[in-house]
């Protein structure tokens, strides 16, 4: 498993269509892995493979939220929602390409979503909660869709602003190599 780093906003990857996965191979495989271990290494609840610039459609997520419990890594690919409730729910939302921003994003309280699994078969499942916030916030990534685009215009500025002064200062630190 390797730690991969994660791209920041503003970047194009981030905006972008990602393509369906063709075939569950070992490149796949390899993939789901490196996702789960980045997601829970940052730490996050979720992870959307343009995050690490492979635009492809699968993400990962695990919103078990007591620390005691047993972890439930869910590795989703070629996602699709096939239900959304009229039922909405608001949580705060923050994305691991948009460090330390939160806010409000109203979407529906549950969905229903079908996937592709590592096993080659189609999973259906019905989200709530967290789950759902966090599998349509996901889902939204692989069609280059950012939790601020839900925002007014000026606060989305602002936090692409900042976003920008944060990635000037990385470079210099010599932690972003994508700007070095
Ligand atoms: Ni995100």
């Known amino acids: 498993m390797t730690i991969r780093p994660i791209l920041i906003h503003p970047d194009p990857r981030l905006k972008k269509l990602c393509d369906p996965v063709a075939a569950i191979d070992d490149e796949i495989r390899k993939l789901a892995d490196d996702m789960l271990a980045t997601m829970y ?15 492809k459609r699968v993400f990962v997520m695990d919103c078990v939220k007591d620390k005691d419990a047993a972890p439930e890594p869910m590795v989703l690919i070629n996602p699709e929602i096939t239900w959304s409730s009229e039922e909405t729910n608001v949580y705060e939302e923050g994305c691991l390409s948009i460090p330390e921003q939160y806010a409000e994003v109203t979407r529906p309280a549950e969905v229903r979503m079908r996937w592709l699994g590592l096993d080659g078969q189609s999973h259906e499942e019905q989200f709530d909660g967290l789950w759902a916030t966090c599998a349509q916030h996901e889902n939204d990534h692989l069609n280059g869709k950012l939790f601020i ?18 990635k000037r200062e990385r470079a210099r630190e010599g932690k972003e190599p994508g700007l070095a």
């Open 149 to 166: 685009d839900y925002l007014g215009a000026m606060k989305r500025s602002m936090i692409t602003r900042k976003m920008e002064k944060l």
């Open 41 to 55: 290494e940052a730490p996050g609840i979720g992870l959307a493979a343009p995050q690490i610039g492979v635009m």
